[in-house]
Every structure is written in C-alpha cells, then in structure tokens.
C-alpha cells in the first residue's frame, strides 16, 4: 500500500465534512444520502467510508467542529455585537445558520444528536457565565441560559428570514447582562 | 351525493392536520409521505386529497393554527413567565417544540414556507410592540426583536434539550423589556 501522509488523511476527511455541509444546509439531512454526499465531496465511495460508517457520524464531525467558533471572549458591548457579526457573516459566507436549522431539527428526532448539540449548549452557557464574575453562580447561570437563548433565536431567524441586523440582538443581549 | 355538513368537513380537515402534528413532529417532513398521512389519520386517500393537493399545504394550514396561541396579552412579570408556561406546555403534551424545530428547518429551504414563518416572527413582533405604549416606535421594534429572540431560543431549546424552567428565560425577556 502507498504511504498516506497524516495531512492527507486530515485534508480529505476535511473535503467530506465541508461538503457534507453545502449539502445538508441545501436540502437537509433526510434528504441526503451517503451516495450524495460521495458525489458532493468528489471523492470516491470507497475513501468516504473509509473516514464515515454512516451519515450520522458525519453530522457529529460538523457539530464537533462548529463548537466555540463564535463564543465570546469577554461581554463588552462590543465583544457581544462582534460575537453576533460572527453568526452573521458564517450564514451569509457559509449558510451555517441554514445547517445550524438541520442539525436542531435533526437533534429534535435523535437523542445521540441531541446529546451533542445539548453539550454545545451548556459550553456555551459555561463561557458566558465563566465571564460573569461579579455575579453569584446562579445569576451567572440563569443570565447565561437568556443569553444562548437569544444567540439561537438570532441564528434561527438568519435561517428563515434571511439577513438581520445585529444590532437589537446585541442591545438585547446587554440588557441580559446588565440586569 | 350524500350531504356532508360543513361541521363534519372541519372536523375532518381538523383530524388530518392533527395527524400531521404529530407525524411531523416525531419524523420531520421529509421522512413523512402523504400515504404516511393518510395512514396516521385514519381517513381514505380520497378524503386527504379533498382538503389538502400536498403535504406542503398541510404544513401551512398547521402553521396558520398555530399563530398567536401563546402570544402575550400584557407585558407583567407574571404574563410572561404564563406566555413561556405556555410554550413548555405545548411541547410536554403535544409534542409542539418538536415540531416547530421541523417546521423552522424546512421554512429554511423552503421560500414559501419562510415567507409563512416570517409572517408570524413578524405577528408576535407587532404584539409585543403594540404593548409597549410607553416607548418610540423604534425602542418598541429592537425590544420586540430580542422577545421574539428569547422565544425562538427557548422553544428550540425544549426541542433539543427537553423540558426546562421557563424561569431564567422570562427573567432575559423582563431584563429586555425593562432596558
């Protein structure tokens, strides 16, 4: 057998979870099959399988690398709208906030998913109230569950409205922080 | 012919969209065929065929049930933690945030579907908005935003992750109105 760099291994697996994600933002993943996904990556069938069993491993690569991309480093005014510029440009240049739409609605049907993006969640609750030092651990708790909970709601209406302005988002985030 | 009351044909209209709630809910929209719906309501193809030419149109005739159920009619500490009480309840006996995670995913590939959900993010806006006497027109819109965000985060959430505490959530949304 010829020898296989490392790098390679790493690129090709690459070139299938990138594909896999046009895909899935485009038509979901009910709608995708493992034989789309070897026609969308360019690679052969045999070299997708060798990386992925199935389709649903390949939902959990995407998740795993989609994690603490956008999570904020500090909760200034600035920081919070920087964060949500973030979400923004990925649904614009990447159509993630279309993917992000899937992979809930998928999670919603598959507890394996639903531990994932449940996990995902509460990193990002556990950044956000890591920042929050002034305050107890329950208000850091309880502030953070309102803050996630306006990051998903922004990101889920860039999937069904289209492009949105951050800026009432942003305010509305501050004023979860200040209050 | 027979004579059919219209009573007996809301009821049967009413039968098959209830069956698709559900069918929905568990399997998404893509996983789901009309013949799936045919059998899960009980009633003939025929019948189906006579309310409804698509499954798209069923999910529309869903959607239009579905608006303003919960919406707030005062903007109270109390009326808003009820609103997120509601939400909660729908999703533990009838299985609706589920749903909605369906719905919110297809409204993302499908422009029709969108331009529906749009309508309704744009309803509940207009709600919130209205009830916001005391403020300009343009505070009341960005205040509205950030409700609506909460929202939308929360009932993806009880999708996701399962039954939670309205509690930090009408706090976020109390910390929105009041900044």
Chains 1, 2 share one sequence.
């Not at 993917?99 to 531990?115: F, T």
């Amino acid at each position: 057998m010829p020898k296989v760099t490392q790098g390679h291994l790493d690129a090709r697996r690459q070139q299938i979870v990138d594909a896999a994600r046009v895909r899935f933002a485009s038509h979901g993943f009910a709608r995708t099959s493992m034989a789309d996904l070897v026609a969308a990556s360019g690679l052969s069938t045999g070299a997708i399988y060798r990386d992925f069993s199935s389709k649903d491993e390949i939902v959990t690569a995407i998740c795993e690398q989609s994690s603490g991309e956008v999570f904020p480093t500090e909760l200034t005014a600035e920081s919070v709208h920087g964060m949500l510029e973030r979400i923004r440009s990925r649904a614009r240049e990447h159509d993630h906030a279309r993917l992000v739409a899937q992979i809930y609605a998928e999670a919603a049907l598959a507890p394996p998913l639903a531990a994932i993006v449940d996990r995902q969640f509460a990193e990002l609750r556990s950044t956000v109230a890591s920042l929050l030092c002034d305050r107890t651990d329950d208000d850091a708790a309880r502030i953070a569950e309102g803050f996630v909970a306006v990051c998903v709601g922004y990101s889920q209406q860039l999937a069904v409205r289209g492009d949105l302005d951050p800026s009432p988002f942003a305010t509305a985030l501050m004023a979860i922080l200040e209050h």
